[in-house]
């Protein structure tokens, strides 16, 4: 599949096996990079973006947030996107963008050269669990969510997947699916690359921004559980606020609304009510079966 695939780098198509970065690069050496993720579908006038403005935005927003000056507007990037969707025939799957450092850092801690920007479009693959309904098990994790004092968190920078990375690792050796994380204030953040949302007395709760990704899917699942008339709210949540919770759901990119069955020893009707209407009016989105929302699902055309 590889052989075939193009990638768009720095303003021109390359094939997928020659997009690679020196070892000693600034951001494999010091982890420097930022990247975004976001889902292609298949609409009935072609393949469109699951809100690919919200998730441009938010590569500028991680870009400045490392002080890293991309050499691309957001309408640019926006087109080569379309362009690299359409050059590889890519129907249901994901396009992923990588702003970086390539340039070699033996000793320099501040890179000297303009950051180069990659975009692959890469169709489904199993791995990828896309728009699954299965419930997961979840359990908190022995890592503490990095502090927003030490790095920013609102950045999508790889070097914070170091957390998420060794999370995942601590749930998975424990037999669960999703670790979920405490702030170092002992408050409930975000799974690896997950927003935990709860539904307490038909309440969907969600901890606040400022110590956790500004997920688009957090976003989106907020903006739509108000326009269905839940109340929402954005505040800070507890350990035992989850204990004591009706229902438990996750929310990324992949899975935009993913119940939950476990939490450490307890067990969850999974779905519960509320967590299956939200899975249903979404999927309805996804499936471009609500005009109301055919803003999200972004037409891309060259
Ligand atoms: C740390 C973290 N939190 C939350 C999310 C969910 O964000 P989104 O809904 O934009 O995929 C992700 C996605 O990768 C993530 O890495």
Redesign the pocket.
């Known amino acids: 599949m590889k052989d075939k695939k193009q990638v768009w780098l720095n303003g021109k198509f390359i094939p997928w096996v020659s997009a690679t970065v020196p070892i000693l690069s600034h951001s494999f050496s010091r982890a420097s990079a930022i990247f975004e993720?976001f889902r292609i579908h298949t609409g009935p006038e072609g393949p469109a973006a699951f809100r690919m403005d919200a998730?441009l935005n938010?590569l500028l927003n991680s870009a400045g947030l490392l002080e890293m000056e991309l050499c691309y507007s957001v309408e640019t990037i926006a087109e080569a996107v379309a362009e690299t969707v359409i050059r590889n025939d890519v129907g249901r799957g994901v396009v992923k963008i990588m702003a970086y450092w390539g340039e070699e850092a033996v000793i320099r801690l501040l890179p000297q050269s303009k950051p180069d920007l990659a975009i692959f479009a890469i169709p489904e693959m199993p791995e990828m669990n896309l728009d699954s309904r299965e419930p997961v098990k979840t359990c908190i994790s022995k890592w503490r969510k990095i502090d927003p004092q030490t790095v920013p968190v609102s950045a999508?920078a790889c070097s914070?997947?170091l957390n998420?990375y060794l999370t995942r690792k601590d749930a998975v050796s424990r037999g669960f699916d999703i670790g979920i994380m405490l702030g170092t204030d002992g408050l409930v953040t975000?799974?690896?690359?997950?927003?935990v949302f709860i539904v307490k007395d038909s309440i969907v709760k969600i901890p606040p921004l400022g110590r956790?990704?500004p997920?688009?899917?957090?976003m989106s699942v907020l903006e739509m559980a108000k326009s269905m008339g839940f109340v929402t709210a954005e505040e800070p949540l507890s350990l035992s606020d989850i204990y004591g919770a009706d229902e438990i759901f996750l929310?990324?990119?992949g899975v935009k609304v993913e119940p939950v069955k476990q939490f450490e020893d307890k067990h969850l009707v999974a779905p519960g009510p509320v967590t299956r209407r939200l899975m249903e009016q979404m999927a309805n989105i996804l499936a471009f079966q609500d005009e109301s929302y055919m803003q999200w699902m972004q037409k891309l055309s060259v």
């Open positions: 993720i998730h938010r999508k914070n997947y998420a975000e799974g690896s690359a997950e927003s956790v990704l997920g688009i899917s957090r929310s990324h990119t």
